[in-house]
């Protein structure tokens, strides 16, 4: 499973330090990527994931940054000092440009997030969007492979129409993953790992069906094997 292992990032969506050691304990060995988002961040994950990028593992820090340029900028050059794999920040044009500046030089992977997973057409209407999630995704996936980005966060669903925009380089990672039967929780545009393999995806993020799950050694191994037969 070496090939799908590197493409599993497994988010730690814990409440604490204590919490996300121990699932990293767990599932040592099977899995090597890691995302680290607010929730962690804000509980003293930044030296959390500078001691898991030391130790030889990849991690995916979860910012979604969006700020005036310089801002995004210095905060891109700050994170890039931690060794961690990839960024994420919002996939605005401008905040694009400045953030790929200032990581130029660096192993940073930027990650432009398009529409999150949670949102479907009458949330992007509330939020003041006109068109579909498709469309939003596909003009903001042009406008990061035009700024350098190095890949895209997307739902599953985009991710063949994604990856026909930007190619066969960039990094196309979808969120929203659930295995067959599973809850579907607060997303609203998932899809089965092996199904967002064949569509393009080249990694997958998981977090509740992993962290959340009796056994989360047994989980992973179990969305590992899903992922091997689209392999």
Do not use: C, N, W
């Given at each position: 499973m070496t090939n799908v292992s590197?493409?599993?990032?497994?988010?730690?969506?814990?409440?604490?330090?204590?919490?996300?050691?121990?699932a990293v304990r767990e599932l040592d060995g099977l899995v090597s990527f890691y995302k680290?988002?607010?929730?962690?961040?804000?509980?003293?994950g930044l030296d959390f994931a500078r001691d898991l990028a030391a130790e030889g593992k990849r991690v995916?820090?979860?910012?979604?940054?969006?700020?005036?340029?310089n801002t995004v900028a210095?905060?891109?050059?700050?994170v890039a000092k931690l060794g961690v794999s990839m960024l994420t920040l919002h996939a605005y044009p401008k905040a694009m440009r400045a953030?790929?500046?200032?990581?130029?030089?660096?192993?940073?992977?930027?990650?432009?997030?398009?529409?999150?997973?949670?949102?479907?057409?009458?949330?992007?209407?509330?939020?003041?969007?006109?068109?579909?999630?498709?469309?939003?995704?596909?003009?903001?996936?042009?406008?990061?492979?035009?700024a350098g980005m190095g890949g895209i966060v997307c739902s599953a669903a985009e991710a063949?129409?994604?990856?026909?925009?930007?190619?066969?380089?960039?990094?196309?990672?979808?969120?929203?993953?659930r295995p067959a039967g599973a809850a579907h929780g607060d997303q609203k545009r998932?899809?089965?790992?092996?199904?967002?393999?064949?569509?393009?995806?080249?990694?997958?993020?998981?977090?509740?069906?992993?962290v959340a799950a009796p056994d989360r050694r047994a989980a992973a191994a179990a969305i590992l094997s899903e992922m091997q037969t689209a392999a």
């Open positions: 590197e493409r599993l990032i497994v988010g730690l969506d814990l409440p604490s330090l204590a919490e996300a050691e121990k680290i988002g607010y929730r962690l961040v804000f509980a003293g995916f820090l979860d910012m979604k940054l969006l700020d005036i340029d210095e905060g891109v050059e700050s953030a790929v500046a200032a990581a130029r030089g660096s192993r940073l992977t930027l990650l432009g997030v398009t529409v999150l997973t949670s949102m479907d057409e009458a949330d992007l209407r509330e939020a003041g969007y006109s068109g579909t999630p498709a469309e939003l995704v596909a003009r903001r996936a042009g406008q990061a492979r035009e063949a129409s994604v990856r026909a925009i930007v190619g066969p380089q960039m990094a196309v990672v979808t969120p929203g993953i998932v899809m089965t790992p092996a199904d967002a393999l064949r569509a393009g995806a080249s990694h997958l993020v998981v977090a509740r069906p992993i």
